[in-house]
């Protein structure tokens, strides 16, 4: 996730130097608040087995009479937003204001081990 944020120029918040916080075995919390505003990237990785994931189940084709569960690794992110054109909103209606907001995004994968 951060190699990614990096790669796509946006900035992680710190990330690669956040430690884990406590959870459930099979998940990880991250807080990363280095240079972000208000309460800075939350990463959520949860394998599956861990309290916080479910199994995901592949629906089989018609006539197939075996039903496949799949492990899985969830991923939720809440990302700091602080809106760039705040300026302009209040040129355009006085008093108006836009303030930071969070991008929220979750993300599943198989399991490849």
């Known amino acids: 996730v951060d190699a990614y944020m990096l790669n796509a120029k946006i900035n992680d918040c ?22 972000c505003p208000g309460t800075g990237l939350q990463l959520t990785i949860c394998r599956s087995g861990a309290s916080c994931a479910t199994l995901e189940t592949i629906t089989p084709p018609a006539g197939a009479s075996v039903q496949v569960n799949v492990l899985t690794t969830q991923l939720s992110i809440s990302y700091p937003y602080q809106w760039h054109f705040n300026n302009v909103l209040q040129l355009l209606i006085p008093g108006a204001s836009l303030g930071l907001t969070n991008i929220n995004t979750q993300a599943t994968s198989v399991n490849m081990d």
């Open 14 to 35: 710190g990330l690669a130097s956040a430690s884990a916080g406590s959870g459930t075995p099979g998940s990880w919390f991250y807080n990363a608040n280095a240079g």
